[in-house]
């Protein structure tokens, strides 16, 4: 089966500008999730979707971080404006259901902000 | 909330070395455990999971780990390891009686096998 698909592979943007990451998740797993992963630390979850409604957001920045997936499949999260902080790899992952069970990974978005 | 700890942050070893990385965790309930990997340039695996039943849990490529319920531990174990083990691993949990069901990843610890 395809694996999670993320676009760009790497970005690379000054602070205060603006930036998007596209997630194109396994056909048929209506769970999606985005963590960020700033470099010598773990994944933390930014925001879970169950299909196209929110589960979880609590640790998402909601005034510079914004996600969206229509429909129920492709997601997009975007920062805006981007500070040097944000600088990580952002993650997708999607997964049948909810829970730990059959997570699978894309290969990350590294945002650089300069 | 749960939270996840990791305290060896970076691990050199020998080939055919032993290994064991700690993972605790905090959290009051009843939790699922995973060990991920990642190795360079690749995105994060499952090397193994645990959910219920045999506190010991074999994963792929030889790795195990023991869930020890009165310690909150659940660490990762191999007897020999090879250089293709270079990688980052990180240990993750989930609540189970929760409805908030994604995972939570500890720091993460880097493994350095040298040939």
Redesign the interface.
Known sequence: EAGVAQSPRYKIIEKRQSVAFWCNPISGHATLYWYQQILGQGPKLLIQFQNNGVVDDSQLPKDRFSAERLKGVDSTLKIQPAKLEDSAVYLCASSLEPGGYGYTFGSGTRLTVV | AQS?S?HNHHVILSEAASLELGCNYSYGGTV?L?WYVQYPG?????LL?YFSGDPLVKGIKGFEAEFIKSKFSFNLRKPSVQWSDTAEY?C?V?A?DT??????????TRLQVQP
């Open positions: 996840v990791q699922n995973f690749q995105h994060l695996q499952l999971k990180f993750a989930n189970r409805g908030r069901r994604a995972l939570t990843f500890g720091s993460g």
